[in-house]
């Protein structure tokens, strides 16, 4: 920064006043580095007789939700939005907490997801509420449409099923992006609401209200540009409560797998590509359940705005096999 000197000199009481030629004060042009946690500046002394009017409005200029949404973590460590709303793939819960808040802050995001099936449809909307990188509050409501299929199933052509999800989520130890090897580790809980009473037991499902609760283990290796992710669940949710909870060949809680696999190509910014894998619990005679399986690409077009698509493979659902279709997601978040 060159800084600019004007000098004024009096000759006498009486002289008219004389202004000297200006004059540069060689300043050495030092560019300070960014960090995550910039230093704070100390405020210099104003010279006699000016006014701090840079200061004023620089600290008027201050939006309070800075502070209370800093967006201070790096890309993509806030995870993907699961269909049952909390961050993580698209099929899986992963042990990220949502949105971009660091350890002093808050972080946010919502997300819409579309499943186009061979026989069925469903529509996914939920948020999610982080708190200082630590805590994870999430809900979601899936709309579940059986289309023509529901004439066929005799539960009308077109119905709904409806499941409303909330959930919990603490981080344990770990960071899914720091130099060690150590992973991620949350723990979660999931409670979940279906509200078709009557088709539920029709069916031979126990329940219209079940729990899931799972631990999760997530890191991201840069170098590599690779993401591993493992889940272990404990669920009696039928199609992930879409029907209900327990059934007439098992009412009892046993645990499921759930994996992700993801890649990150240096040469594509923001892409991450990957496949992932989940297990399901057997509780119905009425309808057998298949394992599920997923490809997927996401890219983090910036902090606010991730986008993802999948080929699904969902296998049995309410007696129709092969099902299998396309998923698409948006979320934003800060």
């Known amino acids: 920064m060159t800084i600019f000197a004007v000098l004024f000199s009096t000759q006498n009481s009486r002289a008219q006043t004389s202004t000297a030629s200006p004059s ?43 502070k209370i949404f800093d967006d201070k973590r790096t890309l993509g460590t806030s995870g993907l939005s699961s269909l049952e709303g909390s961050s993580g793939g698209g099929i899986a819960s992963w042990a990220t907490i949502g949105g971009y808040g660091s350890k002093k802050s808050l972080g946010m995001a919502f997300h819409y997801s579309y499943v186009s099936l061979t026989n069925y449809t469903d529509q996914n909307v939920g948020a999610i509420l982080g708190f200082y990188d630590r805590v994870e509050i999430s809900y979601s409501h899936n709309f579940f449409r059986t289309g023509s299929t529901g004439s066929k199933l005799g539960i009308g052509h077109g119905y709904q099923f409806d499941l409303d999800t909330g959930g919990i989520k603490v981080r344990l130890f770990g960071h899914v992006l720091d130099k060690t090897l150590l992973p991620q580790v949350a723990v979660g809980a999931m409670y979940k609401h279906d509200g078709d009473a009557k088709v539920i037991h029709e069916v031979g499902s126990k329940h219209t209200d079940g729990a899931d609760v799972y631990i999760a283990a997530t890191k991201l290796f840069p170098k590599l540009g690779l993401l591993v992710d493992t889940t272990m669940r404990l669920t009696k949710g039928n199609q992930w409560g879409i029907l209900g909870f327990g059934g007439d060949r098992n009412d009892n809680y046993y645990p499921q797998f759930e994996g992700s696999l993801g890649y990150l190509p240096s040469f594509i910014p923001g892409l991450v590509v990957g496949v992932e894998y989940r297990t399901k619990p057997r509780n119905q005679n009425f309808t057998p359940e298949s394992n599920w399986f997923d490809v997927y690409a996401s890219y983090f077009v910036n902090k606010h705005l991730n986008i993802t698509a999948a080929y699904v493979s969902l296998g049995t659902i309410a007696t129709y096999r092969n099902q299998t279709g396309a998923y698409v997601s948006l979320q934003t978040g800060f």
């Not at 230093?39 to 840079?54: C, E, F, N, R």
């Open 24 to 66: 540069l004060a060689a300043v050495p042009r030092n560019t300070p580095r960014v960090t995550l946690n910039p230093v704070t500046a100390q405020p210099v002394t104003p010279a006699h007789g000016s006014t701090p009017q840079a200061s004023d409005e620089a600290d008027a200029e201050t939006d309070p939700l800075d």
